[in-house]
């Protein structure tokens, strides 16, 4: 009632304008002014009674591509934490698919210019070498069980699937990316030597440096001889060379005998792991274990 009552007395005040007397004036203010005085900051909202302020963002592409992804004062390289610690083991899981990518790639490049360390600086990582080796240690156990199936074609004998390949392939394989690489880096630590070289730079050039034998180990079940021994010559030409040039820049600043010695000798090695994996996975057909003949037909 009482609106209404207040919009009675509006209208009998104040005549509403009809089309004809309503009429609206267009005015020309004028080119724009660009003011140069400095902006107001919002700290000083309070401090002044003014309410017309200006405020402007400045910001150009070199401020934004600047600023960390993850937030904070995040930077690359390893963070001082206690080892027994979850956020110790984190960030060297901490990588994304362009970097493992990239990573990969250059693992089975054998070039003389690849040292392949500096692909793994400032952070090397942990994410890419155990999924290199669980591949690995999956696809040498189903290859090997497929060439035993192909070698027990056309015989007098009877396939079974050997599960216990899982398990050797998963112990050589996890036992020669830690023993190895540890051993390496305690023998170095023990003559106090200059090279730059870590435990987990050495765990993870030696995983990557596996990445080149999935391919191989697939191709393996073929059942030829002189094709898999090619194979096996092309495995070490890729991941070996990588991982022996690698170790050889790296002692680049010891004794010249010592490191042609500590080289040699982990070439060896690393050609005993793939020798290894041809003669146990893959062994000929003249020479594969514990067939089982099938009962006579009655």
């Known amino acids: 009632y009482f609106i209404q009552t207040n919009l009675r007395e509006m209208s009998d005040k104040e005549p509403i304008l009809n089309d004809a007397e309503f009429e609206i ?30 405020f402007t963002v400045e910001s150009s592409d070199e401020e934004i591509g600047n600023i960390p992804l993850g937030g904070g004062d995040e930077t690359p390289g390893p963070r001082n934490t206690a080892f027994w610690s979850i956020e110790f083991y984190q960030q060297y899981f901490n990588v994304n698919d362009a970097m493992v990518f990239e990573r990969l790639m250059y693992a089975c490049m054998p070039l003389p210019s690849n040292n392949y360390l500096e692909k793994l600086k400032p952070l090397p990582d942990l994410y890419g070498p155990l999924w290199v080796c669980i591949t690995l240690i999956f696809s040498t156990s189903i290859s090997g069980n497929m060439a035993d199936f192909f070698n027990s074609m056309g015989q007098d004998t009877e396939f079974i699937y050997q599960y216990g390949k899982v398990s050797i392939a998963a112990t050589v394989i996890f036992s020669y990316v ?9 023998y170095l630590w023990y003559r106090k030597s200059n090279t730059d070289l870590k435990l987990i730079d050495t765990l993870s050039l030696y995983g990557y440096s596996l990445s080149a034998l999935i391919p191989v180990s697939i191709l393996l079940c073929i059942n030829h001889e002189w094709i ?16 022996l040039i690698t170790i050889w820049k790296i002692l680049g600043e010891e004794p010249k005998q010592f490191a042609m010695i500590i080289t040699a000798v982990l070439g060896v090695l690393h050609f005993a792991l793939i020798l290894l994996f041809k003669m146990y996975f893959f062994a000929p057909a003249a020479h594969h274990a514990s067939p089982t003949t099938k009962p006579p037909a009655t």
């Open 25 to 54: 004036d267009f005015q020309d203010f004028g080119e724009p002014v660009l003011n140069d005085e400095p902006t107001t900051s919002l700290g000083d909202l309070n401090a002044k009674g003014n309410t017309d302020y200006k």
């Open 178 to 186: 830690t023993v190895i690489p540890a051993l390496l880096s305690g």
């Open 228 to 243: 898999r021994w090619m194979l096996v010559l092309a495995a070490f030409a890729c991941s070996g060379v990588v991982l």
